[in-house]
């Protein structure tokens, strides 16, 4: 059986618990499918170069940024986006799917990140009033679809994150196939899915750490699927 190959789109590091879950993701998948990961630092990626990433069934861009290259970053999400790879971006790599998408679909070409650039005039993605630094919160599915995904309406996840969506620019994807999928019992944004793709799910929490309690969580289930899904004979990859 050939193996299912997906980049890790990050910057390893053995310091980062969600890495290290990742990995345990892949180990606890093997079991019964042969999945072959591939990390790839954010700064050997050329922007524009789709041969790099073309052998991959699937794209995780991983936690811990600001990573490298955001270009790089950038670049292997809009791959995932428009070629119908199959794209699971966990913390870090829920935020720059955003701005990938406010960049290039919305054309919001000043949209900005304030862990990048403080200064920025348009801060898409912002700091938290109150970071989610090694705690758990309840998250509450408001999308069918992704309830499907997550196999729950709730559930208590763990994030190591201190920047999320402003809410003062959330409606700008309103009117998109971009949407919110998943919420904090308070509303912010904790979660989005893209309609009119194999599968491109963002979370703001880390679903990969369920895995250093011996279980892969139900997300990470039907991300690993997907990229199943895209190995199969006969899918062809479409640009959208």
């Given at each position: ?14 310091e980062?618990t ?12 093997k079991?019964?499918?042969p999945?072959?990961?591939s ?6 990626i ?11 069934q ?16 950038l670049?292997a999400?809009?791959?995932?986006r428009?070629?119908q790879v199959?794209f699971l971006?966990t ?12 960049r290039?679909?919305?054309n ?5 990140h ?5 200064s920025?005039?348009?801060?898409l ?6 970071p ?9 599915v408001t999308d069918?679809?992704?309830?499907r995904?997550y ?9 190591h ?5 402003n ?10 196939p971009?949407?919110i999928?998943?919420?904090?019992e ?5 979660a ?22 011996n279980s892969?969580?139900p ?5 690993f699927g ?9 899918v ?5």
């Amino acid at each position: 059986m050939r193996p299912i190959r997906v980049a890790l789109v990050g910057d390893f590091s053995q310091e980062v618990t969600a890495h290290k879950a990742i990995n345990e993701c892949f180990r606890l998948a093997k079991k019964s499918q042969p999945m072959e990961p591939s990390w790839i630092r954010t700064d050997t990626i050329i922007p524009g170069d789709e041969s790099q990433l073309a052998p991959f069934q699937g794209i995780w861009c991983v936690p811990a940024s600001p990573y490298l290259s955001t270009e790089g970053a950038l670049w292997a999400i809009q791959y995932a986006r428009t070629y119908q790879v199959p794209f699971l971006g966990t913390c870090g790599g829920y935020q720059h799917a955003l701005l990938e998408f406010a960049r290039n679909i919305l054309n919001l070409k000043k949209a900005g990140h304030t862990e990048l650039d403080s200064s920025t005039k348009m801060p898409l993605l912002d700091r938290m009033q109150c970071p989610l630094v090694e705690k758990a919160q309840t998250v509450l599915v408001t999308d069918p679809e992704f309830s499907r995904l997550y196999g729950a309406g709730s559930g208590l996840e763990k994030f190591h994150c201190r920047y999320g969506l402003n809410a003062e620019f959330e409606h700008l994807f309103t009117p998109t196939p971009l949407r919110i999928a998943a919420r904090s019992e308070d509303g912010q944004a904790r979660a989005f899915m893209l309609a009119e793709h194999l599968f491109f799910v963002g979370t703001q929490f880390q679903p990969e750490r369920l895995a250093l309690a011996n279980s892969i969580h139900p997300l990470v289930s039907s991300f690993f699927g997907a990229c199943i899904s895209a190995a199969a004979p006969g899918v062809s990859r479409k640009s959208v």
